[in-house]
């Protein structure tokens, strides 16, 4: 699997197109929301420059942290991150600490309305960024039959790259990848509901990606692991209760509509 080229001998890792591509699809998605929403336009560039950082650094801390023996011993390879080891869960995170202090501590703008406003470009970024994992080959699953990856629908050139080491993997990274894709389809048609409220986006996306990575996570081999937990499958388990609390207050509790359908 060719994973890089040259460009007047400078290395260029696909790892790195594909989550730069994620982040300039994703920053046009959230500007074109926080556009609909009537959100000042240099505060939804604050929210996604900083955020990118320190999304990008919480999640490479997340990976480093639960794979410390091999960096205490390679220390060098945390600064690689082209070689792979970005933990989705630790960028979300990091993110929302950051988005929510910046916001309501900052800018006094609702948090929930800020996430809403995000979120749409972030999981369609994920689903770009997935296919980093492809040229890494990495992000992959059990070992299955060539045929069982035929029936799945699974493109040739994904099943020809998910021949690793003798044996055909399930491509994880695929299967999130689509499912993330519909998530996002399915966010358009939230937002465009007339009883949408602030929050039903973020709680969406909270209980679709918690869903999605749980499931996921059982057929991964390279999973982050706490003793014998995979740590993923605990935060995805987080998520999914945050995201049940968070629909029930915003419908139930919070009560605030958006004052009009985003188109």
Same mark, same amino acid.
């Given at each position: 699997?060719?994973?890089?080229?040259?460009?007047?001998?400078?290395?260029?890792?696909?790892?790195?197109?594909?989550?730069?591509?994620?982040?300039?699809?994703?920053?046009?998605?959230?500007?074109?929301?926080?556009?609909?929403?009537?959100?000042?336009?240099?505060?939804?560039?604050?929210?996604?420059?900083?955020?990118?950082?320190?999304?990008?650094?919480?999640?490479?801390?997340?990976?480093?942290?639960? #794979?410390?023996?091999?960096?205490?011993?390679?220390?060098?390879?945390?600064?690689?991150?082209?070689?792979?080891?970005?933990?989705?869960?630790?960028?979300?995170?990091? %993110?929302?600490?950051?988005?929510?202090?910046?916001?309501?501590?900052?800018?006094?703008?609702?948090?929930?309305?800020?996430?809403?406003?995000?979120?749409?470009?972030?999981?369609?970024?994920?689903?770009?960024?997935?296919?980093? #994992?492809?040229?890494?080959?990495?992000?992959?699953?059990?070992?299955?039959?060539?045929?069982?990856?035929?029936?799945?629908?699974?493109?040739?050139?994904?099943?020809?790259?998910?021949?690793?080491?003798?044996?055909?993997?399930?491509?994880?990274?695929?299967?999130?990848?689509?499912?993330?894709?519909?998530?996002?389809?399915?966010?358009?048609?939230?937002? %465009?509901?007339?009883?949408?409220? =602030?929050?039903?986006? %973020?709680?969406?996306?909270?209980?679709?990606?918690?869903?999605?990575?749980?499931?996921?996570?059982?057929?991964?081999?390279?999973?982050?692991?706490?003793? #014998?937990?995979? =740590?993923?499958?605990?935060?995805?388990?987080?998520?999914?209760?945050?995201?049940?609390?968070?629909?029930?207050?915003?419908?139930?509790?919070? #009560?605030?509509?958006?004052?009009?359908?985003? =188109?």
């Amino acid at each position: 699997m060719i994973n890089s080229f040259n460009i007047f001998g400078l290395t260029i890792h696909f790892y790195s197109l594909c989550i730069l591509l994620g982040i300039i699809i994703a920053y046009i998605v959230i500007r074109l929301e926080g556009h609909n929403q009537r959100l000042d336009k240099d505060y939804i560039f604050n929210v996604v420059f900083y955020g990118l950082i320190i999304g990008i650094l919480g999640a490479r801390l997340h990976y480093v942290l639960f #794979n410390l023996d091999f960096y205490l011993k390679y220390p060098m390879e945390i600064i690689k991150i082209w070689h792979g080891g970005l933990a989705i869960h630790g960028g979300i995170i990091a %993110t929302t600490i950051f988005v929510y202090f910046y916001s309501t501590k900052r800018y006094k703008t609702s948090f929930l309305r800020t996430t809403d406003v995000i979120l749409p470009g972030v999981i369609l970024a994920q689903a770009i960024g997935r296919w980093g #994992n492809f040229f890494n080959q990495e992000a992959y699953g059990i070992e299955v039959s060539e045929k069982l990856l035929h029936k799945l629908f699974i493109p040739n050139f994904v099943i020809k790259g998910m021949f690793i080491d003798g044996s055909y993997h399930l491509p994880t990274f695929y299967i999130e990848s689509v499912l993330c894709i519909i998530g996002f389809l399915i966010i358009l048609l939230i937002r %465009t509901r007339l009883n949408n409220r =602030v929050g039903h986006i %973020t709680s969406f996306y909270l209980i679709w990606y918690g869903i999605i990575r749980f499931i996921i996570e059982l057929f991964r081999t390279d999973s982050l692991m706490l003793f #014998n937990i995979k =740590v993923a499958c605990v935060i995805s388990v987080i998520f999914i209760i945050l995201g049940i609390v968070l629909w029930y207050y915003t419908t139930f509790k919070k #009560n605030i509509r958006y004052r009009r359908t985003m =188109v």
